[in-house]
């Protein structure tokens, strides 16, 4: 069984949560909360990964981390708030540029792409999901955009581009 499956993120994001919870290690505790959150959405589950969003912004200020809201990124774009996803892209990436966070515009790039596709924004969400899936180094979040990378290039007719982003993904698969 891969790794990544459904069940194991489920088991592993739960299992991180509460080994940061019992041990009290409090700066890993945001880390956790936000791979369990993202694993939440992944599954449809807003609500309750809106309740550990909730969760999440005191355990970063009880931190100091500087983790962006990448899992409020998240459920907005899910979620189809549109203005509160576009203000979190633009902060998230005022935030992590000059810290030169990959993830952080890989995942920005990501939501950018998932907002427009649900727009029908196409030609935007292929740019966006083109340079989230350029990010090469960053082990996770290239992979979501593939899919949303396969849908923009389809819809805008870059047939092209959508059977080399369908072949890249069924490779990382």
Do not use: C
């Not at 994001?13 to 959150?37: F, I, K, T, W, Y």
């Not at 899910?78 to 515009?105: C, M, Y």
């Not at 950018?112 to 990010?135: I, P």
């Amino acid at each position: 069984r891969h790794v990544w499956d459904d069940e194991s993120w489920h088991a592993l994001s739960d299992r991180h949560v509460q080994l940061a919870r019992s041990v009290g290690a409090l700066s890993e505790l945001p880390v956790a909360l936000n791979s369990r959150a993202f694993m939440l959405l992944f599954a449809g589950e807003l609500t309750a990964a809106a309740a550990l969003i909730q969760e999440l912004q005191p355990a970063i200020e009880a931190t100091g981390t500087r983790l962006a809201p990448y899992a409020a990124l998240g459920l907005a774009v899910l979620a189809g708030r549109s203005g509160e996803a576009n203000a979190l892209i633009e902060n998230i990436t005022r935030d992590v540029t000059p810290r030169g966070e990959g993830i952080g515009l890989t995942v920005v790039d990501w939501a950018h792409a998932v907002l427009n596709n649900a727009l029908g924004k196409y030609q935007e969400a292929l740019r966006s999901a083109e340079r989230s899936t350029g990010y090469l180094r960053e082990m996770t979040a290239p992979t979501w955009a593939m899919a949303e990378l396969i849908e923009a290039a389809a819809r805008s007719g870059h047939n092209d581009i959508a059977a080399d982003a369908l072949a890249r993904l069924a490779e990382t698969t």
